[in-house]
């Protein structure tokens, strides 16, 4: 990996943290938030300028935000093609030198970029014709059925189909109605009334296909697991999933994840979630799948029920790679780099520890992934990036800080922090909140800790009406650092 350049791209540099700590990324193109610890000023200028960042081997960082001015909640199609010139212009740069080109989730753009440079760049993901198909929530729900993976009760109805309104007997009430295709819990709804089910039809109105399921608790784990070259499956510790907890209607809505939480889980529970993991990777594998995945459970009554498979990394996997690097693991995001570049790191790493349960019980980690509800507002005031420690409620500096690793044992870490002048779209992220406390129990319930850091970081915004904006110079991207 050393002898090529790795160009990273993603909905936010923080993702690709493990990696950038191990030197291993020369560039990072990404949608929204400024990465790394101490940035300087949004700039912009030509993709092939030198780094000016605070870290003598940290990536250029380029982010469409710092060029536009604004973090959007979904990201349209033309900021994703956007991106994918920025990809080609950074490829140019590098001329005959070997680049390896590392999405968080590709799309068709970057994908057609990536053909017209081989060979001298290599894509370290799965093609869009693998991934289509496994973000079929339909289809991946009736998959799991099919190789014994225990899944909830579940209809796949047209919005038309006279079943919609007979899901209420079949399933009861409530249950769950999902949009064929989404993440991070978009497009994922609480059915309580049949007018609920009206409501989200209607919120959604280009939706044809849905998927409509039993509920089964709001307690979910995620186990994160990544196939190797040789179709081998390594399961790694799981953490408790938060919903967002500023959202009106936060069912389903990622919300942060808590590792150290799912130590109270079952044993035997876990046990089995490792195991039904395992399986789904398998089945991945057999498709032609490599790399990182992620698998949500509901937990209750000591059972689990499998109800969404990502494939891709996921919000949680830098968390996880700081966890694995405390405890001297090679992260499963360098895993999921060398399993594409057919790399011996992964057959070594295997005999640094062999059980991976005692990452969990070494190291407490958790996070919130904060958002902005209630419309477009406009960022007047934001808190550096960095350590705080919380004082009656208040946010005081202690330093810069990227992530997990500068995190004391009574302080937080504050990153993915919009610079002032950002305008945020309604339920854009606001910032990352890490810590070593607990923010939730082994039920998913949340403790006060995870209330009393969401209302301080907020504190520390001044958020205005986007009325109030000047008009400022656009660039396609803005350089980081």
């Not at 990394?313 to 570049?341: C, D, K, W, Y």
Request: aromatic share 4%; charged share 20%; hydrophobic share 45%.
């Amino acid at each position: 990996m050393a002898a090529r350049s790795v160009i990273g791209i993603g909905p936010r540099s923080i993702d690709l943290l493990p990696l950038a700590r191990l030197g291993l990324l020369s560039s990072v193109l990404n949608y929204e938030g400024h990465p790394f610890a101490a940035p300087t000023d949004s700039l912009t200028g030509s993709l092939t300028g030198s780094s000016t960042g605070s870290l003598a081997d940290s990536p250029e960082v380029w982010t469409l935000e710092s060029g536009r001015g604004h973090r959007r909640n979904h990201w349209r199609p033309a900021d994703v093609a956007e991106v994918a010139h920025a990809l080609r212009t950074a490829i140019d740069a590098r001329g005959e030198h070997p680049v390896v080109v590392l999405p968080y989730s590709p799309n068709r753009q970057q994908e057609a970029v990536l053909a017209r440079c081989r060979p001298t760049v290599r894509s370290a993901a799965n093609s869009r014709d693998i991934l289509d198909g496994l973000h079929d929530k339909i289809l991946v729900r009736a998959a799991l059925r099919g190789i014994g993976v225990p899944v909830p009760a579940s209809l796949a109805v047209h919005r038309s189909d006279p079943r919609t309104a007979d899901a209420v007997a079949e399933l009861g009430l409530p249950f769950v109605a999902q949009t064929r295709s989404g993440f991070a819990g978009k497009g994922t709804y609480l059915i309580r009334s049949p007018a609920d089910l009206d409501a989200a039809l209607a919120e959604k109105p280009a939706v044809e296909q849905w998927l409509l399921s039993a509920y089964v608790g709001e307690c979910t784990v995620n186990f994160t697991a990544v196939v190797d070259g040789r179709g081998r499956v390594r399961v790694a510790p799981p953490a408790v999933q938060l919903g967002d907890l500023a959202a009106p209607n936060g069912f389903g809505n990622y919300g942060g994840n808590d590792f150290a939480a799912a130590r109270d889980i079952d044993p035997a529970v876990l046990r089995l979630g490792e195991r039904w993991t395992a399986r789904i990777g398998s089945w991945l594998a057999g498709r032609g799948f490599l790399g990182m995945f992620g698998v949500d459970y509901v937990v209750a009554d000591g059972a689990l029920d499998a109800i969404e498979v990502n494939p891709r990394m996921q919000a949680s996997s830098a968390l996880l790679g700081e966890i694995e690097l405390a405890n001297g693991l090679l992260p499963t995001a360098v895993r999921h780099l060398a399993a594409f570049l057919d790399d011996e790191a992964d057959d070594e790493a295997d005999d640094e520890i062999d059980d991976e349960e005692t990452v969990c019980e070494q190291v407490g980690a958790a996070q919130l992934a904060l958002r902005e509800h209630g419309g477009s507002r406009l960022v007047a005031r934001a808190p550096r990036p960095g350590r705080y420690a919380v004082v009656d409620g208040r946010l005081v500096f202690a330093g810069p800080a990227d992530g997990l690793l500068e995190c004391g044992a009574h302080e937080v870490v504050v990153v993915g922090v919009p610079a002032e002048d950002t305008l945020l779209s309604n339920g854009a992220t606001l910032a990352r909140v890490i810590t070593r406390e607990r923010l939730v129990d082994a039920t998913g319930t949340l403790l006060p800790t995870a209330h009393a850091l969401s209302d301080a970081v907020r504190a520390a915004f001044d958020l205005q009406s986007p009325h109030q904006r000047h008009q400022r110079p656009m660039a396609l991207l803005g350089r980081v650092t």
